[in-house]
Structures are given as C-alpha cells and as structure tokens.
C-alpha cells in the first residue's frame, strides 16, 4: 500500500471526512450525485468561473478518497481537464457547467499518447481531428474534449 503525505488545510480535510462519509452510505455514487450531493466536479476551478478554488493537493486528495468507490477514474480527468481550460481560458462558456457537473471534459494528452499522432486542423471557427486518438482519459463518457498537444 503506497502512502502519500499532502499538506493539508483544515478545509481539504473537512472535505476529505465529508467525502468518506457520504461514500460509506453511497459506496458506488452517480456522477449527477458527487456533483450534486458534494459539489466536486469544480474543485481546482476558480469561485470567478463557478468552481470551489484549490489546486493539485485538493485534486489528488480527493482522488485517493474517491478511489475505494472506483469513481476517480471518471473524476480526475474531468477535474484536471476543467481547471486547465480554466487555466487557459479564464471566463470560457463551458466553464459552470463543467462546474457544475452537467457537461463533462475529457482529457488528451497529446505527447503521451503512443501510436501515430492525428493531424489536428485549426481554424478560426472549428478544430478537426484527423486519425485516431488513444488514450482519451474520461473519453468514453465525455461530452466534451481537450487536446492538449506539444
């Protein structure tokens, strides 16, 4: 078992008891229910773009609390991937929805990926993707997707 020791304010780990004891009655929680019942779906957003502020430690706690349900696989990309278009783009639309859990973002990572990289087309309007994307963490259940390439 791997320990990992993280600084941790009083208020990542009020959090973090929350986290435990709503896992405890809800063993396996619904996306709708982690965003809606805890509000996790902006931690490391910030409050001006309708996140719940924090960074990579709240991130990473709250993943390893989320962990035992199996639902961090789904969370860390959306988590990760909100707050670097937040990052990114401060005020972008998609903001308080990925917020709010009701859109979800996915995340590629382009020079991690094996394989032949697609050819991405940019315009002033569109991004088209050429080729296949491996790899595509929180793919399968995104609505949304962020490539991130060299």
Do not use: C, F, K
């Not at 709250?62 to 962990?67: E, G, R, S």
């Amino acid at each position: 078992m791997l320990g990992i020791d993280l600084l941790m304010s009083e208020d990542l780990a009020q959090l973090l008891s929350s986290i435990g004891r709503y896992l405890e009655r809800n063993p396996v929680p619904q996306w709708r229910a982690l965003a809606d019942d805890i509000g996790l779906m902006g931690i490391g957003l910030s409050e001006a773009d309708g996140g719940t502020g924090g960074g990579g430690v709240d991130r990473a706690a709250v993943a390893a609390a989320l962990a035992v349900s199996m639902v961090s696989d789904a969370w860390l990309p959306h988590a990760v991937g909100t707050a670097l278009l937040g990052t990114l783009m401060p005020g972008h639309a998609l903001l308080p929805q990925l917020a709010q859990g009701s859109q979800r973002i996915a995340l590629w990572l382009g020079a991690l990926a094996p394989g032949e990289p697609p050819h991405i087309e940019i315009s002033a309007d569109s991004v088209r993707v050429n080729g296949t994307l491996t790899h595509v963490a929180g793919g399968a259940v995104a609505d949304w997707l962020l490539l991130i390439d060299e």
